[in-house]
C-alpha cells in the first residue's frame, strides 16, 4: 500500500528554521516527482515547492530563497528546509505525489512567539 509520512513540524519562533520531511512508502521512488503544499484553515490548499525525479526543484514565490526541495534517493525521502519563518508560513504541510491521489495525513507548522 502506498504511503507519504510527513514528520517535523512544530511551533518556532519568527525567524526561526524547520526540516519537514517526507518518508514514502511502496512507490517506486525515483520514478516520481514529489511535492509539498500547506494549507491553513478555511483557505485552499497551496503549492510550497516541488522536486522532479531528476532533481530539478521548484518554489511558490512566497518561499523562494527561504525553503529548499531535496530528495534523498536511498531512503526515499524528501525533505523541505525552511529557514526564516514568519507567522505567514503556519498551517499543515502536506507531501503529495503529482498526477496521483497520493498525500500524506500532513504535519502541523506553527510559527509563533
Known amino acids: 500500500q502506498v504511503r507519504l509520512v510527513e514528520a517535523g513540524g512544530d511551533l518556532v519562533q519568527p525567524g526561526g528554521s524547520l526540516n519537514l520531511s517526507c518518508a514514502t512508502y511502496?512507490?517506486?521512488?525515483?520514478?516520481?516527482?514529489v511535492a509539498w503544499y500547506r494549507q491553513v484553515p478555511g483557505q485552499a490548499r497551496e503549492f510550497v515547492a516541488r522536486?522532479?525525479?531528476?532533481?530539478?526543484?521548484d518554489y511558490a514565490d512566497s518561499v523562494k530563497g527561504r525553503f529548499t526541495i531535496l530528495r534523498d534517493s536511498a531512503k526515499k525521502t524528501v525533505y523541505l528546509q525552511m529557514n526564516n519563518l514568519n507567522p505567514a508560513d503556519t498551517a499543515v504541510y502536506y507531501c503529495?505525489?503529482?498526477?496521483?491521489?497520493?498525500w500524506g495525513p500532513g504535519t502541523q507548522v506553527t510559527v509563533s512567539s
Open positions: 503529495h505525489l503529482p498526477d496521483t491521489s497520493y
Open positions: 511502496k512507490i517506486f521512488f525515483d520514478g516520481f516527482a
Open positions: 522536486i522532479g525525479r531528476l532533481g530539478g526543484a
